[in-house]
Nanobody
C-alpha cells in the first residue's frame, strides 16, 4: 500500500508560479511511475506530468515549457514546479503513483490550484 500526501495548491494570479509536492509513504517499489494529473470543473481527469523511477518524464503538451517535474528520493517526494500559470490551469491536481510491477494505481486526495486575477 502507498499513501500520497499532496501540498502546495492555492490561489495564484495568471503568470504566477506554484510548486506542488507529493510525499509518498508505504511500500515503495523499485519500479514505479509517479506524478500529477488534474481535473478541471466539467472536464475529465488528464495527465499533467509523470516521472518513472528510471528518471524518464512525460508531460502534457499543454504544460510543456511551463512545468517541470522533479523528485527527491531521500524524501520520497515528487514536485511539480508550475510557471506562467494560466486560468485554464485551474483544477484539482491529484498526485499519482503506479506500481509498475503489480499494475496498481494510487491517488492522492487532490490539491486545488486556482489561477485567477
Amino acid at each position: 500500500q502507498v499513501q500520497l500526501v499532496e501540498s502546495g495548491g492555492g490561489l495564484v494570479q495568471p503568470g504566477g508560479s506554484l510548486r506542488l509536492s507529493c510525499a509518498a509513504s508505504g511500500s515503495i517499489f523499485s519500479s514505479y511511475r509517479m506524478g500529477w494529473y488534474r481535473q478541471a470543473p466539467g472536464k475529465e481527469r488528464e495527465l499533467v506530468a509523470t516521472m518513472h523511477s528510471s528518471g524518464t518524464t512525460n508531460y502534457a503538451d499543454s504544460v510543456k515549457g511551463r512545468c517541470t517535474i522533479s523528485r527527491d528520493n531521500a524524501k520520497n517526494t515528487v514536485y511539480l514546479q508550475m510557471n506562467s500559470l494560466k486560468p485554464e490551469d485551474t483544477a484539482v491536481y491529484y498526485c499519482y503513483y503506479r506500481n509498475a510491477g503489480a499494475g496498481i494505481n494510487y491517488w492522492g486526495k487532490g490539491t486545488l490550484v486556482t489561477v485567477s486575477s
